[in-house]
C-alpha cells in the first residue's frame, strides 16, 4: 500500500514553497515532520531533489515505525490512524505542489500545446 504516491500521484512538487511550509532541507532531501493523532504518532514526509515522495509513521510508545499502516488492516484504530494521516499528506499536497492533469510528466508536457 503506497499512501503517499496515491494522494501525490497527479501532482508536482513546487520547490519553492518546501521551506516556506516547514520542510527542513537536508542534504539533497527535504524532511516535514508533525506529530499527530493525540501526540501518539509522528509522520516524517520526506522529498528527494527530484520531487519523489516518501513518509513513515512512527509509534511515538515504542519509536518504532508503525507498519499496520501499510497493510490491509480494516480495524477501528488503524483505519483512525491512516485517515490522520492521509489528511497530513493531503494538506501538504494542497501547499506545496502543482496539479498535474495526466500521471506521466511526458503527457502533462504533450497536453500542454
Known amino acids: 500500500m ?3 504516491y496515491d494522494i501525490f500521484k497527479r ?3 513546487n520547490f519553492n514553497k518546501l521551506t516556506i511550509y516547514g520542510f ?3 542534504n539533497n532531501n527535504y524532511v516535514f515532520e508533525k506529530i499527530f ?3 501518539k504518532f509522528k509522520a516524517i514526509i520526506t522529498i528527494d531533489n527530484k520531487g519523489s515522495i ?3 509513521v512512527i509509534d511515538m510508545d515504542i519509536d518504532e515505525e508503525y507498519t499496520p499502516l501499510r497493510t490491509n488492516m480494516t480495524g477501528e484504530y488503524v483505519s483512525k490512524v491512516r485517515e ?3 489528511d497530513i499528506l493531503i494538506d501538504i499536497k494542497n501547499n506545496i505542489c502543482d496539479t498535474n ?3 506521466f510528466d511526458q503527457t502533462n508536457k504533450v497536453n500542454i500545446y
Open 54 to 56: 516518501s513518509g513513515k
Open 24 to 26: 527542513i532541507k537536508n
Open 11 to 13: 501532482s508536482k512538487v
Open 101 to 103: 492533469y495526466f500521471i
Open 2 to 4: 503506497n499512501i503517499e
Open 84 to 86: 490522520a494521516y492521509k
Open 37 to 39: 493523532f493525540n501526540d
